[in-house]
């Protein structure tokens, strides 16, 4: 068995649930504590799912939003059956599923 974990970012719906529905609302909270986004960087913050966020970051969101990192970050671990092969051993022979190659002899 193998873990897989996935995480879903809720800052769209965190930003909803105290009345912010613009990212204009929100750029200047940040400016006030010193997080220098654009407006792009900082749509994109809220509309996509980022791969990589600075502490900084978060920890000024937790704190415009009074949450905690968990409310921002929703995550999920579930164990996945590993993929099983046609052997019994769960190794598989390639030598065995390799065509050989043919020798061709002159007539005579």
């Known amino acids: 068995m193998t873990r897989?974990?996935?995480y879903q970012w809720r800052l769209r719906e965190v930003m909803?649930?105290?009345?912010m529905f613009t990212i204009t609302e929100?750029?200047?909270?940040?400016?006030?504590?010193?997080?220098?986004?654009?407006v792009s960087q900082v749509h994109r913050l809220a509309t996509?799912?980022?791969?990589?966020?600075?502490?900084?970051?978060?920890?000024a969101l937790c704190d415009i939003f009074t949450c905690t990192?968990?409310?921002l970050i929703a995550t999920k671990a579930e164990n996945t059956a590993v993929r099983k092969t046609g052997s019994d051993e769960g190794v598989v022979n390639l030598n065995a599923r390799r065509p050989?190659?043919?020798r061709l002899r002159p007539e005579g």
């Open 4 to 6: 897989q974990v996935s």
């Open 48 to 59: 996509g799912t980022p791969e990589r966020l600075s502490l900084p970051v978060l920890a």
């Open 26 to 38: 929100l750029v200047p909270l940040l400016v006030d504590r010193g997080i220098t986004l654009s």
């Open 16 to 19: 909803a649930t105290h009345g």
């Open 69 to 71: 990192p968990s409310e």
């Open 100 to 102: 050989t190659r043919a």
